[in-house]
């Protein structure tokens, strides 16, 4: 009988902590939905955004652009992910990584 609590005890807590994993990624991908939706909207350009969680701290976003963006200077254009960033996730990331696709290669 007392293996049986303690088996019960042992399945409720890996279920409570899975469930704390779960949630944590389910809100990762509304924050970084927002923070793409948000972006087109400033740039006209849908961004793909990524991030990185450890042990609950946010340690990394990727944004990737399409393209490059001309509109603005590079350091406006960063400026308005970081503050994206931190509006959308709630906290400042350890690393934000800003990157543009370049397509294929022009042929010779």
């Known amino acids: 009988m007392q293996v049986a609590k303690i088996g019960a005890l042992i399945a409720l807590a890996i279920g409570l902590a899975a469930c704390g994993a779960v949630d944590t990624m389910v809100d990762g991908y509304k924050h970084a939905n927002a923070v793409g939706s948000e972006l087109a909207t400033a740039t006209g ?18 944004v990737m652009f399409p393209r490059l963006y001309r509109d603005k ?8 992910v970081r503050q994206t960033v931190a509006k959308e996730f709630k906290q400042t990331p350890d690393n934000i990584v800003l990157a543009f696709s370049l397509g294929r290669a022009p042929a010779d």
């Open 73 to 80: 200077p590079l350091t406006e254009l960063a400026e308005t």
């Open 45 to 62: 350009m849908k961004p793909q955004v990524g991030f990185k969680w450890h042990n609950g701290s946010l340690e990394q976003v990727t």
